[in-house]
């Protein structure tokens, strides 16, 4: 199995043993909803601001070989930008 396989079957895993202990009126996770809220609110923010940065920025090997030929082609200027 790959990497992706087994973190999608221990993401699934983990998501049924919850789901039981919620049906038998065990909490799993004692937070409360203001909490989860704003954990919740916190988790959204970190994701979206990583993958806005990542994807509009060249970051990795194959990005800055990207901008290189951009930049070769006077599609954007030396400093990045237009």
């Known amino acids: 199995m790959d990497k992706g396989t087994v973190i ?5 895993l983990l998501a049924l043993v919850n789901q039981c202990l919620v ?14 809220e704003q954990v919740m609110s916190f988790l959204f923010l970190v994701v979206t601001s990583i ?3 990542y994807k509009n ?12 030929v951009i930049q ?3 599609l954007i200027g030396k400093n990045g930008g237009n």
């Open 23 to 36: 049906m038998f009126g065990k909490s799993p996770l004692p937070i409360d909803s203001e909490m989860l």
């Open 8 to 12: 999608r079957t221990a993401a699934l």
């Open 57 to 68: 920025n060249y970051v990795t090997k194959t990005g800055m070989k990207q901008k290189e």
């Open 51 to 53: 993958s806005a940065w």
């Open 72 to 74: 070769e082609k006077g």
